[in-house]
């Protein structure tokens, strides 16, 4: 049994103001990799029958060397993109999920009242960098995006901490 006055205590203070997943971007899909691997494959493959026939033999070797060594730089991007950033904000606390590419996980819960965000700007190019600071830990947020949506990051994150710092209201009518 409760009194009238009691504030209802796992609502207001768990509810989420914020949550946000940061992921890089990759312009290239699977499928648009397999397309231009078959078209590098295929000029690789015309261009060494060329050489094959003018007399240059190891040309084709090279080629297909060329060919492993872009196949494998995608393969290295591709497992990269696999990294990404979670922010969730609430009255009760400001948590950062950090998932590296490996799928090691490194994660910081901090109070909201005690969080500032400092960040880089540039004049020429905007936003270079973006943290996250409290209690003497200074996160980088965002470090794969572009300078256009660390700000848009920005201004998405800075009122959903101003809310939490005021935390909670209670309307009793509604």
């Known amino acids: 049994m409760t009194s009238g006055n009691d504030f209802p205590h796992d609502e207001p203070a768990q509810r989420v103001l914020l949550a946000a997943k940061l992921a890089p971007h990759?312009?290239?899909?699977?499928?648009?990799?397999?397309?231009?691997?078959?078209a590098l494959c295929a000029v690789s493959f015309a261009a060494g029958i060329v050489f094959l026939l003018m007399g240059a033999w190891p040309v084709v070797g090279f080629l297909g060397?060329?060919?492993?060594?872009?196949?494998?730089?995608?393969?290295?991007?591709?497992?990269?993109a696999r990294a990404f950033e979670e922010v969730h904000v609430s009255y009760a606390e400001c948590r950062v999920r950090r998932v590296g590419h490996r799928g090691d996980v490194v994660e910081w819960t901090f109070n909201p009242l005690w969080v500032r965000i400092e960040r880089e700007v540039h004049e020429e190019f905007g936003f270079e960098r973006l943290y996250l600071v409290a209690r003497g830990h200074r996160i980088g947020l965002g470090r794969f995006l572009g300078p256009a949506e660390k700000e848009s990051f920005y201004n998405v994150l800075m009122p959903a901490l101003r809310e939490a710092c005021r935390g909670p209201t209670y309307n009793p009518v509604a």
């Open 26 to 38: 990759r312009s290239l899909n699977r499928t648009g990799f397999v397309v231009l691997m078959v």
């Open 65 to 80: 060397l060329d060919v492993l060594a872009i196949s494998w730089a995608f393969r290295v991007n591709f497992t990269r």
